[in-house]
């Protein structure tokens, strides 16, 4: 069992920078599969950017170069750095924890809140 708390969104100009970070209660931290999904009204959450538990990690191609994702485990803390933000990344963005037979079997894993980044043009 784990829960997730997410922070750091906002609001932002086009071009600029945010840092998203999820807060994780529970144990095992590193032995989850981390990522950051994001949703708009209408549309269905998309992966944004996923560190396994070794480490690796894979990237949307829409924010690849742009974002990067982190984790600070000993602080149980996961982390997207969202560098020349543009219009199209605003969203509601979401921290979720898979464990590996989640991941493996198609688990929906553990949720967040959600946080808003809003980018303006």
């Known amino acids: 069992q784990v829960e997730l708390a997410e922070s750091g969104g906002g609001l932002v100009q086009s071009g600029g920078s945010l840092r998203l970070s999820c807060a994780a209660s529970?144990?095992?931290?590193?032995?989850?599969?981390l990522s950051w999904y994001r949703q708009t009204p209408g549309n269905e959450r998309e992966l944004v950017a996923l560190?396994?538990?070794?480490?690796?990690?894979n990237y949307a191609d829409s924010v690849k170069g742009r974002f990067t994702i982190s984790r600070d485990i000993p602080n149980h803390t996961l982390y997207l750095q969202m560098d020349s933000l543009k219009p199209e990344d605003t969203a509601v963005y979401y921290c979720?924890?898979?464990?590996?037979?989640?991941?493996?079997?198609?688990?929906?894993?553990?949720w967040g809140q959600g946080t808003q980044v809003t980018v303006s043009s």
């Open positions: 560190i396994n538990r070794g480490g690796g990690t």
């Open positions: 529970g144990s095992m931290f590193s032995m989850y599969i």
């Open positions: 979720n924890a898979k464990t590996i037979d989640d991941y493996r079997l198609g688990g929906s894993g553990y």
